[in-house]
Structures are given as C-alpha cells and as structure tokens.
C-alpha cells in the first residue's frame, strides 16, 4: 500500500482508503469533469470534498497539492512506476485518467489528438467564457452598470455553442460514435451556463438543435448523474 503521508493535504483531508486514487473537488463544471471520468471508468476513489465558499483551497495544505488553489486535484497512490502521482488542472486528469485506465480515449494516434484538441478548446474557450457569463450575468459583476463586458461574454458564448453545434451536426457525440473525455469536459459547462448560470435565453441555447440534444444524452447517462453530486457539498 501506498504512504500518502508525505502529502500534507493528507494532513487536513485524511485518507479512509488510501489505496484509492484521491479526489479533492467540489461539484462545479471543473470539480465533475473527473468525478464523471470516474464514475465512467469504475477507477476505485476516495473524495474529499473542499469547501470553496470557505476558502479551503486557499489553505496551505490545499496549495501544498494545487498552487493555482483551484479545485479538482488528485493524488493517485499507483501513479507511473507504482509511485504516487499529485495531479492538478481539470484536463490534464481527463487525460491521465484516460490513459491510466485505457477509457474514454480513442485508441487510433490521429484521433486521440483530435479528442485531446476538443479538450483543449474547452478549456481554452468553454470554461472561461461561459464562466465570465455566470459572472456578469448572475453574480457580482450584473451590478456593473456598463454592460459592455456582459455582451462581449454573450456573444463569445453564442458564438463557441456555434462551433459545438457545428460539430455536433451528424454526431452522437463529439467524436461521432465515441463517448470520450472531450464529452466530459464540456457537458457540466453546458449545463451549468442554462441552468445555474440561468443564461440559456441570454445565449439563445433554444434556437440550438444538436447541442441540447447532446446534453441530454449525457445528462441520462448514469455515471454522469452520479458524478454531478461527488463530493457531496458541505
């Protein structure tokens, strides 16, 4: 068995199992983008859960593990080699977890990068984007009274759903037949931005075809549901 002594989250977050991978998160639209991977793959892990709206991943022990103190992080007590692996940014677990378990990844080289491009867009584009909406348009930033950076995050938005339609057209998924870490990545963001965020008439999601429809398929599957409540919130 692995000592994850070493790591001082341990410290703070006491590992039940620690020959379970650890996950640190909280269910946002990055925290069950590897809760869902989890959940799909049947990987055996721990959570923990951190209490943003404390500040708990400002703490040392958190920073310790992540010193961007953005939740999700992992230890894996099996890493590569059989040494434990600390891991930090949302798709960069995507993709170790992928790789790790030889799920959620096409096989063939040409389009494994292009599942891993997919990736990147999101979080490139997807997450901060539609993260700037929920900003300006449901928290602090709708008393702003100059509107102009809500409309730029609006238009932004409607544009890359546009490019996820696009893609989508002809395709269960966003690589066709093959449920994969791209789809992952992108489904709690879509979710949260009509949701949560209570932007779908800001974004004009109804007049969308294939996006809504995507979610929908991921939101039945069950692993998905199951992922969107780990951790479980203070």
């Given amino acids: 068995m692995s000592d994850l002594s070493d790591f001082p989250i341990t410290a703070r977050w006491p590992a039940k199992h620690p020959e379970r991978l650890q996950l640190y998160s909280l269910p946002t639209p990055n925290g069950v983008k590897v809760s869902i991977a989890l959940e799909e793959t049947g990987l055996p892990y721990e959570a923990h859960a951190i209490d943003i709206g404390k500040n708990e991943s400002w703490t040392p022990e958190f920073l310790s593990l992540n010193p961007n103190g ?5 230890i894996d007590p099996h890493g590569p ?3 434990p692996l600390a891991l930090f940014e949302s798709g960069a677990i995507l993709v170790y977890l992928a ?4 799920q959620l ?3 063939d ?3 494994r990068y292009e599942t891993l491009q997919w990736v990147f867009f999101q979080m490139a584009f ?3 984007m539609f993260g700037q909406v ?3 348009h449901k928290f602090a930033g709708k008393e702003i009274a100059d509107k102009r950076p809500l409309e730029r995050y609006q238009n932004e938005s409607k544009r890359l759903l546009g490019v996820m339609e696009a893609r989508l057209d002809g395709r269960t998924w966003i690589m066709g037949d093959d449920y994969t870490v791209a789809d992952i990545s992108m489904l709690g963001w879509v979710r949260n931005l009509i949701g949560f965020y209570g932007a779908g008439e800001l974004v004009e999601y109804d007049k969308l075809k294939h996006v809504p429809a995507w979610l929908e398929r991921g939101l039945a599957r069950p692993a ?3 992922g969107l409540t780990i951790p479980q919130r203070p």
Wanted: proline share 15%; hydrophobic share 30%; charged share 20%.
């Fill in 109 to 111: 080289p040409a389009r």
């Fill in 224 to 226: 998905v549901q199951r």
């Fill in 81 to 83: 080699g059989g040494r």
């Fill in 134 to 136: 929920g900003y300006f």
């Fill in 105 to 107: 990844m096409p096989t």
């Fill in 99 to 102: 790789d790790k378990t030889g």
């Fill in 126 to 128: 997807i997450g901060p």
């Fill in 70 to 74: 953005k939740i999700p992080a992992i």
